[in-house]
């Protein structure tokens, strides 16, 4: 059975961050990049010219706020859909982008499993839609319960600050076969190794990061990261 690409456009003013997300989209087979717009004007312009299905949206932009995207008359006409990735933690824009129809709202510093897991659900969601002309209420269910999974509250991510966890994710993107040990995070980051330990774990727990152990002779052996495979 064939299956149809989803366009996903990325609205992200922060390029690292939006890299990230565009070498996500990439390793799926499903999904397919249509554009990064790193303004709310760039983001109309792409809106018209490339007619996403999906559009990951931060809120703070240069020139405006992400939630007036989905005012956009394109949008009111157009089948896309919002997941929302951004430091918007008021009440206000989490109502607005439900009540518009946002298919989820992610939290920042994001979680790689749970940004990974979401692109997945839309991806189910949006074959459902496809392949079901006619609905009777056990698909009308299961079409609501992709939409509003429960997930576990991630208490890691508490004091990491989306900057540096790009900056550390930048480092293993840009070499994703090489382990890292934490003096060479120390090294190329700048970071305390401390908080280099924080980050790097919160990665491991995000599903971003994988743990070898290297065992020398002598000693503790050495924590090893390397990049998921994805």
Request: glycine letters at 4%; charged letters at 25%; hydrophobic letters at 40%.
């Amino acid at each position: 059975m064939q299956h149809n690409v989803i366009d996903v456009l990325i609205v992200e003013d922060e390029n690292v961050l939006a890299l990230l997300h565009a070498e996500l989209i990439s390793k799926h087979p499903r999904l397919r990049l249509a554009g990064i717009a790193s303004s709310l004007a760039e983001a109309q312009t792409l809106l018209n010219q490339t007619q996403p299905q999906l559009i990951l949206l931060d809120n703070y932009l240069p020139d405006g706020k992400g939630i007036t995207l989905i005012n956009d008359p394109f949008m009111a006409q157009a089948n896309c859909s919002v997941i929302f990735i951004t430091a918007a933690s008021d009440m206000d824009t989490c109502s607005q982008a439900i009540r518009n129809g946002a298919f989820d709202y992610i939290l920042k510093p994001v979680s790689w499993k749970r940004l990974s897991q979401s692109l997945e659900r839309f991806v189910q969601f949006a074959e459902q839609q496809r392949v079901w002309k006619i609905v009777d209420q056990q698909n009308v269910d299961s079409l609501y319960q992709l939409q509003a999974k429960n997930y576990r509250l991630d208490n890691g991510s508490k004091g990491i600050e989306e900057n540096t966890l790009a900056r550390v994710q930048k480092l293993f993107a840009d070499d994703d076969a090489r382990c890292f040990s934490v003096d060479e995070v120390v090294s190329k980051t700048g970071l305390s190794k401390t908080t280099t330990r924080r980050y790097l774990e919160h990665c491991v727990e995000a599903g971003f990061l994988t743990v070898e152990m290297q065992y020398g002779k002598i000693g503790h052996p050495r924590r090893l990261y390397r990049r998921a495979a994805a």
